[in-house]
């Protein structure tokens, strides 16, 4: 029940922190920044983290669940992107619709790489 209690009051500090990032970042009828922005360094920390964690890393396991499945798991979002490049395309702008998905998808891998990689760095 305690490990139920974090990862909802982490996703609710997640939440918050998304909608924070959203406020200050609104850039209305272009790319859409702040999604772009999170998912990216979201990945990057889950990577990050989770691969820390399965070489042996500090935290402890419930500490990774809380911040990957809480904390993470409610600032990240795919279905902002879907719903962004649906909006996107229902505009017009369908060579920025493209450019998102596809920057989406290339930074997300590109981070996750990234995330991976530095924690095996610093585990040795």
């Not at 029940?1 to 918050?16: N, P, Q």
């Not at 809480?70 to 702008?93: I, M, Q, R």
Request: proline fraction near 2%.
């Amino acid at each position: 029940m305690r490990k139920r209690l974090y990862i909802g009051v982490a996703g609710a500090f997640g939440a918050s922190t998304r909608l924070l990032v959203g406020q200050l970042l609104i850039v209305s009828g272009s790319f859409p920044v702040a999604t772009f922005l999170v998912n990216i360094v979201g990945t990057f920390v889950l990577c990050y983290i989770v691969e820390r964690a399965r070489l042996g890393g500090s935290l402890s396991p419930l500490m990774v669940t809380v911040i990957t499945t809480g904390f993470l798991g409610a600032f990240t979002t795919f279905s902002a992107v879907s719903v962004e490049t649906v909006e996107l395309l229902s505009d017009g702008f369908f060579g920025l619709a493209g450019t998102y998905v596809a920057s989406s998808l290339a930074g997300g891998l590109a981070m996750a790489a990234l995330g991976f990689s530095l924690a095996r760095r610093r585990a040795l």
